[in-house]
């Protein structure tokens, strides 16, 4: 395990922590649940989880509020008990390892700054509490505060910083004694979008240089499409699907998800023929349409997801297009919003990009709508 970010004084002054470039060698923990419960009385927060992530993976926890994504972040930590299943951290179980020397860096939604404290002395602080000595100590930090490129913010105290700034230093601080885990709790959901976006970018490239494992937790389906290397949805206590970010967004298993992550059209429509991986389907409006499937066996009738931006519009009908009114249309800088009605009575949501040769449709105009077999996903 990594060296402990053990936030008392140590009884004798340990060895330093070997200087260690910022490179992708530094290869974080493996991090494996097994059926983990954790009950509140008579209700369920974590309903026997399981999830292995890989060492130096980026995985983030996302659902809606309430769905256990902090309590499990939580019992990772070590900041709330487990009552059933285990936790191993590359193999060997941390029941009986308390928080400060699980070794794990994190960052929360609120920086938890030392508001007396300088930036420098606010990212030292873990390696004070180690016992690190002052020469390493100070080379760590500047280091780390460059990575953040918080340098020429060294002497400044908490307030004198903005918010962005400050939980920049939270993830220094966090980052800063190289920890195999680090375990983030929506530590950009106090900033505003533009910031948040940026961050964004910092984290994972971050996380690139560090190479430690991240195990972050938000509700903004987004941002965990940007930044994860996989994601794990949950919800009412349960991971409903994991899954890398382009699989979870084209292949959801569940119209959960599908609703969850992304924008969707949900359209019920009745099989046709099946073929195994794909599906010849009828709308209720009467198109009909070819759609990936992974079930080979279903018949009757199917949900199927076919996402806004995948619908083309035409203005005049083809054999493959279907007639809709539109009902709504807004102006959204680079895309255009359109809502609009098909004959069978399903509203279509679709968004397009903004050219030159399309303008906003009039509320009222008729369009024509199609999608190929590619743009579409039958729902298990
Ligand atoms: N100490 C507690 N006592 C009782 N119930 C709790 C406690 N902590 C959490 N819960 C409940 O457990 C469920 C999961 O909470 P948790 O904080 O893990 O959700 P979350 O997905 O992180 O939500 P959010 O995005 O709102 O933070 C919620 O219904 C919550 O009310």
Redesign the pocket.
Known sequence: MAETLAWRKPRQRMAPPAPRQASREMIGSSISMRSVVKT??A?C?ADRISLDVEPGEFITLL??????????LNLLAGFQTIDGGEILIDGRSIAHVPTHRRGFGMVFQSYALFPNMTVSQNVAFPLRMAGVDRATSDRRVAETLEMMRLSDHARKTPFEMSGGQQQRVAIARAIVMRPKVVLMD?PLSALDRRLRESIQIEIRALHQTIGSTILF?T?DQSEALTMSDRIAV?DK?HIIQVGRPVDIYRQPQSRFVASFVGESNLIEAEILENRGGTMRLRSRSGLVFDAQSRDASASGTATVLVRPERIALRETATADSVAATVTSALFMGETLRIEAEMAGGETLLIRCQDTAARSLPQIGSRIHVSWGAQDCWVLA
């Open positions: 509140y009385g209700f927060a659902g809606p509020s309430g769905s256990g994504k902090t309590t499990l929506e937790v509700h949950m206590g």
